[in-house]
């Protein structure tokens, strides 16, 4: 059972939008920043978001993150087929001092 | 370019041993700390643990799932993180990552992962 909660699924069709899901505690999101990481089938996780919702460099801006109080959510726009991944949310965890948890992964069908 | 470079993986039997190390190159890696990170097939991401720097003492955190079986070691005179797995269990087949807090604390580079098998 991870920290933070998504929803095991998500799927849209190619040029729709959704939002992913990102649910912590006053331990983590509440009181930390919220990243979002990209893990694309066989591949390495890869940074889309950090500090809750900037993009590092080559991150399109169809991709976009946002925080309130204890939860976040991931944006993603015009979808394409290659975005059929999974996404994670992660924070850092003061309940134990320079942890870091991660939500259980939502994988992302583009229809 | 910043690269982490993963390595000793392989098929163990449950209760031995297995020490995983992470390769790095293209930063500073002894003002860096690191950590590890794996996924179980079928699972999501899991937090193992990380080490900080010398200055910091080396301070080690692990996961509790972990606590007492995994300890994390580095030389930074070889620009090295290592991760020793004792007391091998199942539920520790997985694919290992490093990766390195880099700007605002992001994890921003990743090793492409080393695959520990717990099995008889």
């Known amino acids: 059972q991870s920290v933070l909660t998504q929803p095991p699924s998500a799927s849209g069709a190619p040029g729709q939008g959704v939002t992913i899901s990102c649910s912590g505690s006053s331990s983590n999101i509440g009181s930390n920043y919220v990243y979002w990481y990209q893990q694309l089938p066989g591949m390495a996780p890869k940074l889309l978001i950090y500090r809750n919702n900037q993009r590092p460099s080559g991150i399109p801006d169809r991709f976009s993150g946002s925080k309130s109080g204890t939860s976040a959510s991931l944006a993603i726009n015009g979808l394409r087929p290659e975005d059929e991944a999974d996404y994670y949310c992660?924070?850092?965890?003061?309940?134990?001092?320079?942890?870091?948890?991660f939500g259980g992964g939502t994988k992302l069908t583009v229809l | 370019e910043v690269q982490l470079v993963e390595s000793g993986g392989g098929l163990v039997q449950p209760g031995g041993s297995l020490k995983l190390s992470c390769a790095a190159s293209g930063f500073t890696f002894s003002g860096s700390a690191m950590h590890w990170v794996r996924r179980a097939s079928g699972k999501g991401l899991e937090w193992v643990g990380r080490?900080?720097?010398?200055?910091?003492?080396?301070?080690?955190v692990y996961a509790a799932s972990v606590t007492g079986r995994f300890t994390i070691s580095r030389d930074d005179s070889k620009n090295m993180a290592y991760l020793q797995i004792d007391s091998l269990k199942a539920e520790d087949s997985a694919i290992y990552y490093c990766?390195?807090?880099?700007?605002?604390?992001?994890?921003?580079?990743w090793g492409q992962g080393t695959t520990v098998t717990v099995s008889s």
């Open positions: 990766t390195r807090p880099g700007l605002h604390n992001a994890f921003d580079v």
């Open positions: 080490i900080r720097t010398k200055p910091n003492n080396y301070a080690t």
């Open positions: 992660a924070a850092w965890d003061d309940s134990l001092s320079g942890s870091v948890v």
